[in-house]
């Protein structure tokens, strides 16, 4: 019989972690459709001008969703170990934390974003052309992030005890309608890349009030009462040590993004035009990792709850060779379609955009294994609880890329962007990797 659950605490290792995963793979790449279908209709229909301007953005809209997602994946991993605990109670007192946090949090975003996002552009010099137009549409994104963050939220929520079913279905349907709004938008109503944005933010809200729903009817577990929004110092500590912690290491991750962006902003609009379509193509080629690590975040986060320290090791390493198969995978089929695909979703023909996008997908590609591997140590480490290790990991990625900004990008033009998250990858994962291994409840040195 069909479940919407995986046991994460007894299912076959294999079992549980492919079809937990599975789902959020294919939620993910409907919710990177959000971005993608803007960037193809934005590319086919209003030209390399605008797609640059989409593209001069997509630094700080990776910044806003990767601390939306990695607030919301970190708050759940509290949920996921009370979960595995059975202590029912705990996990109402968690989804209440998490609420209360989230919502102040989307309160200082919005805030932050009337007065910086202008000077953030300008910072990042985008070129003067497209600044206004790529003005028009962050500004529109991060106005209502709280909807952003309501749907990583909830659908983390849903993961934590095991249901990765739901949030992929909310999240198709609301993909649909983003593809459709997309088109009405920008091509009947002729509202440029601000109809792409407004799209994009109705189809998170249907997604997010989908997933509120099904909750209320289907998961009452999830459903905090009155008396479990009394604010408990310990676990507030723990909510917000474990969400900002997993945010900031994205928001981190993505601050060197937004620095590489800068650089990338000097090489014209046509390297940013090429660039962008290949990094939409590249996060598609990265989904099976990065679906994968979610999994074992839940996974490790239950299994940690209940003290089932060889599980844990078993499907660390199940996830590896599950990475390693992907990345193998994903570089052969790039080798030989990159050029069809780079044409497709830049709407393009010109060579300097087609060549560099096939050239930065190509050189990338082999290194998805590694960077597979580093995701799911990263993510275990959080499910075990660990907060300091994978920030010192996205401070590594951070300082790699001012690095390659400042020297090696200058002297090697766009191959410098190309190598840069390759060789910080690799050096990321021997730092987590000696932290997962050496971790003293791994070692079996102790129980919490």
Known sequence: MFRLKVDLLKDNIWKALIFFALPMLVANIFQQLYNTMDTMIVGNTLGDVSLAAIGATGAIYELLVGFALGVGNGLSIVAARSYGAHNEDLLKKSVAGSIIIGIGMTIVIMFISLFLLYPLLELLQTPIDIIDESYSYIFIVTIFVGVMFAYNLLAGLLRAIGNSIMPLVFLIVSSLINVVLDIVFITQFHMGIKGAAVATVIAQGVSAVLCFIYIFKKAPILLPKKEHFHIEKSLYKE??????????????????????????????????????????????????????????????????????????????????????????????????????????????????????????????????????????????????????????????????????????????????????????????????????YHNSYIQGKSDS
């Open 239 to 436: 909510l917000m040590g474990q969400g900002f912690s997993m945010g900031f290491m994205l928001c981190i991750v993505s601050i060197g993004t937004v620095i590489l962006q800068s650089a990338i902003n000097g090489l014209g609009y046509l390297t940013i035009a090429g660039h962008v379509a290949a990094r939409k193509l590249s996060a598609f080629c990265s989904m099976p990792a990065t679906s994968l690590c979610m999994a074992i975040s839940t996974f490790v986060s239950q299994n940690k709850g209940a003290n089932q320290r060889d599980r844990i090791k078993e499907g660390v390493r199940c996830s590896h060779i599950i990475a390693c198969v992907c990345g193998v995978g994903m570089t052969i089929v790039l080798f030989f379609i990159a050029p069809l695909l780079v044409r497709v979703i830049s709407g393009s023909s010109h060579p300097t955009v087609i060549d560099n996008g096939v050239m930065y997908l190509r050189i990338n590609a082999p290194f998805y294994a590694v960077l597979g591997i580093l995701l799911n140590l990263r993510n275990s480490l959080q499910g075990l609880g660990m907060k300091v290790v994978p920030l010192i990991s996205s401070v590594i990625e951070c300082i790699g890329k001012m690095i390659f900004v400042a020297i090696f990008i200058p002297l090697l033009g766009y191959f410098g962007v190309i190598i840069c998250e390759p060789v910080i990858w690799c050096v990321m994962t021997l730092q987590l990797a000696w932290s997962f």
